[in-house]
């Protein structure tokens, strides 16, 4: 079975400074991928960031990148030059064929002025 | 390109009560999936369907059932509703295979009173 772990409950960031969110992740298959979700107060999920594990790239988004260590089964979340629209819960996720994604239980991200 | 859209945003149950939430996927996407989100926690797996069929289910009870049309539209039906079934229902809807996008509607939050 899968799981995803964010070990950061809630984090408070000053405005424009980087922030990386943890995300570690177990599973057996060789072949998978891991996704980063936003979620404002408002529920939609956004997506953010996707990273194969047979990317040899970090995978970037803008303001977003992927700190993809395969060997570690880690895929933190770093987000540059925070702005305070970025305050929303974030969710580390997992793709498997069987069951779509697991994702973890999230970070509430504050960013402060 | 129209979204995933999810119907109703709001519905209000009283215990017992069976609830039935819709899910309109992305034009060609043919994987609908179903998590809930109790408040405070992150998303638990439901529900995969694709091309009519159900796929996988994760660790609910049977009295959370659903189904997908021809047009890949689906439903999710909860019978017998209990108060520890207040949440957020999120619909994601994907291509079926070689695809990493899960595009998300904004949910239908259920509350059983």
């Known amino acids: 079975a899968q799981k995803i772990t964010q070990t950061q409950p809630g984090m408070f960031v000053q405005e424009k400074e980087a922030v990386t969110l943890d995300c570690t992740y177990d599973?057996?298959?060789?072949?998978?991928?891991l996704f980063w979700y936003k979620q404002p107060s408002s529920g939609e999920m956004i997506f953010l960031i996707y990273?194969?594990?047979?990317?040899?790239q970090n995978a970037t988004e803008g303001r977003y990148s992927l700190n993809f260590q395969k060997a570690r089964k880690s895929a933190n979340l770093v987000i540059s030059a925070s702005q305070l629209g970025d305050s929303a819960m974030y969710f580390c996720?997992?793709?498997?064929?069987?069951?779509?994604?697991?994702f973890g239980k999230g970070t509430h991200l504050i960013i402060q002025p | 390109e129209a979204g995933v859209t999810q119907s109703p945003t709001h519905l209000i149950k009283t215990r017992g009560q069976q609830a039935t939430l819709r899910c309109s996927p992305i034009s060609g996407h043919t994987s609908v999936y179903w998590y809930q989100q109790a408040l405070g926690l992150g998303l638990q797996f439901l529900l995969w369907?694709?091309?009519?069929?159900?796929?996988n289910r994760g660790n609910f009870p049977p009295r959370f059932s659903g189904r997908q049309f021809p047009n890949y539209s689906s439903e999710l039906n909860v019978n017998a509703l209990e108060l520890e079934d207040s949440a957020l229902y999120l619909c994601a809807s994907s291509f079926r295979t070689g695809d990493a996008g899960y595009t998300f509607g904004s949910g239908t939050r259920l509350t059983v009173v």
């Open positions: 990273q194969g594990s047979y990317d040899e």
């Open positions: 369907y694709d091309e009519g069929e159900e796929r």
């Open positions: 599973t057996s298959d060789q072949s998978y991928g």
């Open positions: 996720a997992m793709r498997d064929d069987a069951d779509g994604l697991t």
